[in-house]
């Protein structure tokens, strides 16, 4: 018999902000969290731009400074959104205040590239020294991607399902979307779901920039341009997003708040092309169809939301429209639509998580954010992307869809928890 499963917590470290409240406060306010780096000399790169992470303190989410000296930064991130929404859940695998068996509670957390600092410095240290001396021992478990759901485990004593999902862009949602299907199932009574990245280096710069994904744009707060007619591709960004999943019977048991209910997971391939999607929609289309019909979805009476991938490349932002249509039919001028990303950037593997949450915060708070900027719309692009400022709504369902390159496609499904 499948579970219910619900959400109790929430994390997140944005260019928009290092905490839920202020994360959506700015996102509705309709803040720009782009900049030019600072971190590194940008002079010879050809996009000095990025979402950038402002006043992060790893001290104020738990973590002691010989391990944030040891870690590189996507892990860091991914560990203090996960305190942030363990905190919120109040969920302890442990100790006197145990309320959970840490058999019994997992952690999905991916990231798209992992360690991309580490990578790069180490490899600079063999080049410089081929012997390797030099290389540090830490290299391999800092690097490696799926060392963020690794020490998120150590610190919450979570020893039930634990794996590190990898599918770019996508990855977050499907680990999101995994683990709910985990606990509907009964695999599990919590995970701790999400993702987390840290790639605005010099060769993250320059390797998307030279895939022509990235806009170079100089102005940094009018550089992400989701469906709007300038768009010239999307603006990189890191962070981490996290959700505590739980099952229904479990967090009521334990007078946990229950903050939405996870309702609908879909999973494709466009199985065309290692970057570019699959222009007609058709298998983004059916990831969309998936979540929504796990979900109830009912055109007649569901108002629908949808946080949109829509990340300001040309060939994105036109496959993902036609899915909606191809999807939901006339009902797809009906669904509000926006991209935060026009806000945050893109954060690769952490993209999903983070849009979970803005997309639970609307249905919960009946208000769509908007995508900002959109100041000349693709007339190609003709449903409602909710432009500039914050629309109001009586939402039932939201959904957040992410497609990744090689042609991942996911979506996640959201509503407010009835008793």
Same mark, same amino acid.
């Given at each position: 018999?499948? /579970? ?82 363990? /905190? ?64 998120? !485990? ?27 299907? +985990?606990?509907?199932?009964?695999? +599990? ?95 983004? !289309? /059916? ?7 796990? %979900?109830?979805?009912?055109?007649? /009476? ?5 946080? +949109? ?11 993902e429209t036609q899915a909606y249509k191809l999807a939901l039919g006339d009902f797809a001028y009906k ?17 999903? !998580? ?43 369902? %939201? ?13 996640? !499904? ?6």
């Amino acid at each position: 018999m499948s /579970k219910r499963v619900v959400v109790t917590g929430m994390g997140i470290i944005s260019p928009v902000g290092n905490n839920v409240e202020t994360y959506w406060k700015n996102l509705l306010d309709g803040v720009c969290g782009i900049e030019f780096i600072t971190d590194f000399d940008t002079t010879p790169l050809p996009v000095k731009i990025a979402g950038t992470i402002k006043d992060f303190h790893p001290e104020e989410y738990g973590i002691d400074k010989p391990f944030a000296r040891k870690q590189d930064l996507f892990t860091l991130y991914g560990v203090a959104a996960a305190y942030q929404a363990m /905190k919120q859940a109040g969920l302890h695998s442990e100790g006197e205040e145990q309320n959970i068996d840490p058999f019994r509670l997992g952690v999905y957390v991916g990231s798209g590239i992992g360690g991309f600092t580490t990578q790069v410095r180490e490899t600079q240290k063999i080049l410089e020294d081929p012997s390797g001396q030099w290389v540090s021992p830490l290299f391999i478990p800092t690097m490696i991607s799926n060392i963020a759901a690794g020490h998120i !485990a150590i610190k919450h004593h979570a020893q039930g399902p634990t794996i590190d999902v990898v599918t770019a862009c996508a990855t977050s949602t499907n680990a999101i979307g995994e683990a709910y299907r +985990a606990i509907k199932h009964g695999y +599990a009574d919590a995970i701790i779901a999400g993702g987390c990245e840290h790639a605005t280096i010099p060769l993250g710069i320059a390797g998307f920039a030279n895939a022509k994904a990235l806009s170079r744009a100089e102005d940094p707060k009018y550089a992400s341009l989701p469906f709007n007619a300038n768009r010239g591709g999307f603006v990189m960004g890191d962070g981490a997003g996290i959700l505590v999943l739980e099952e229904y019977e479990h967090a009521k048991a334990r007078g946990a708040e229950i903050i939405a209910e996870m309702v609908g997971y879909g999973n494709t391939c466009d199985a065309y092309h290692s970057t570019a999607p699959r222009p007609d929609g058709t298998t983004q !289309a /059916k990831c969309i169809e998936l979540a929504l019909n796990e %979900g109830g979805f009912d055109p007649e /009476k569901d108002c629908l939301y949808i946080n +949109a991938h829509g990340t300001g490349t040309h060939l994105n932002d036109a496959a993902e429209t036609q899915a909606y249509k191809l999807a939901l039919g006339d009902f797809a001028y009906k669904a509000h639509i926006s991209s935060t990303k026009s806000m945050t950037g893109h954060l690769l593997g952490a993209a999903g !998580a983070a849009e979970a949450i803005a997309t639970i915060l609307a249905v919960r708070n009946g208000i769509c954010p908007p995508t900002i900027n959109l100041d000349t719309p693709d007339p190609e692009l003709d449903l409602d992307y909710t432009p500039n400022t914050p629309v109001e709504a009586d939402l039932t369902i %939201g959904i957040s869809d992410s497609l990744g390159f090689g042609g991942h496609d996911a979506c996640i !499904a959201f509503r407010k928890c009835e008793n």
